[in-house]
């Protein structure tokens, strides 16, 4: 087998959390022709305020799908309880989902929240 030219796409985004939560977020890498490449997930504990998720992809499923770069990461989703178990979710600004895909190399804010918004 070929030697691949790394071992994973890491692909960070910066969130800004309403509360301390422990989340899992799930999003899709995707081609420029929006070809599907591969789907990622993350575990996190955010704390208040900005943080980060790390999405880490496998150079192997990226090359095996034969598409080049730039990849977008589409369809973010965050899901997860604080420490008294209340629900949080994504509370995505107006502009998300967006019709075109957002380029991996941005790290755009999106705040996670208590479910209903509050």
Request: net charge negative; glycine share 8%.
């Amino acid at each position: 087998m070929e030697r691949l030219p790394f071992e994973e796409l890491v692909v960070e985004v910066e969130v800004d959390a309403l509360v301390a939560a422990d989340v899992q977020a799930t999003a899709n890498l995707y081609a420029p022709d929006g070809a599907f490449v591969t789907p990622g997930s993350t575990f996190s504990s955010l704390a208040p305020g900005l943080g980060m998720l790390e999405f880490h992809f496998s150079a192997f499923d990226i090359f095996s799908v034969g598409h080049p770069g730039p990849f977008s990461l589409q369809l973010l989703s965050i899901l997860g309880t604080t420490a008294d178990e209340t629900a949080v979710s994504l509370l995505a600004p107006a502009w998300w989902p967006s019709p075109n895909p957002i380029a991996w190399k941005t790290s755009p804010r999106v705040p996670a929240s208590p479910s209903g918004g509050q």
